[in-house]
């Protein structure tokens, strides 16, 4: 079955440096997302991402956050100048359709000293 | 704004029962109700996916519903089996269309002992 592809699977990074996420998701889907979940937290919506631009943006999702789609296979989430309270579980997500269930990858652990 | 509620936080039952795992939500304009399994360290595994104009999605063993006007949906499991201990998520599809954002409840932990 396919399945969304996530890199790496931790990243370790110290405050104040900017990492990038990356996502390969399935390839015929057109609608991409990236949630994440702080430890013993819900699962919250960072951002969606459709036709080429983000649809919406949470709160949390500020300027030091920044999505794109370089190319047609991959998904990337960038974030400037990471802080502590950025440490968190980050998954992409897609879908083919606005009708259809999302897809979840397995997450990338990131941990910021 | 989209709340999500997951009772019990917990829940262990033995080999074989059947069960019920709760969601409630406040805005009841939803689009869809999505559950989730999710193990330890791991992504979100979707389970069954109910359209806001259906009542009730099977897949299995796993049965889920949704009520709108009273703002619930329920995940029944039946004969439960310990490869089911995980997780259980529900989200809330909002209601910007297609491109909606899923709103997720914090989840219920389910142990199931052979």
């Known amino acids: 079955e396919p399945e969304v592809t996530q890199t790496p699977s931790h990243q370790v990074t110290q405050m104040g440096q900017e990492v990038i996420l990356r996502c390969v998701p399935i390839?015929?889907?057109?609608?991409f997302y990236w949630y994440r979940q702080i430890l013993g937290q819900k699962v919250e919506f960072l951002v969606s991402f459709y036709n080429n631009e983000i649809s919406e943006k949470s709160e949390i999702f500020d300027d030091q956050f920044s999505v794109e789609r370089p190319d047609g296979s991959n998904f990337t989430l960038k974030i400037r100048s990471t802080k502590l309270e950025d440490s968190a579980m980050y998954f992409c997500?897609?879908?083919?359709?606005?009708?259809?269930?999302?897809?979840f990858g397995s997450g990338t652990q990131l941990s910021v000293l | 704004k989209q709340e999500v509620t997951q009772i019990p936080a917990a829940l262990s039952v033995p080999e074989g029962e059947n069960l019920v795992l709760n969601c409630s939500f406040t805005d009841s304009a939803i689009y869809n109700l999505q559950w989730f399994r999710q193990d330890p360290g791991k992504g979100l595994t979707s389970l069954l996916l109910i359209q806001s104009s259906q009542r009730e999605q099977t897949s299995g063993r796993l049965n889920a519903s949704l009520d709108k006007s009273s703002g619930r949906s329920t995940l029944y499991i039946a004969a439960s089996q310990p490869g089911d201990s995980a997780t259980y998520l529900c989200?809330?599809?909002?209601?910007?269309?297609?491109?909606?954002?899923?709103?997720f409840g914090k989840g219920t932990l389910l142990t199931v002992n052979p």
């Open positions: 997500a897609s879908k083919r359709t606005g009708v259809e269930k999302l897809f």
């Open positions: 989200a809330g599809g909002g209601s910007g269309g297609s491109n909606y954002k899923l709103t």
């Open positions: 390839s015929n889907h057109l609608y």
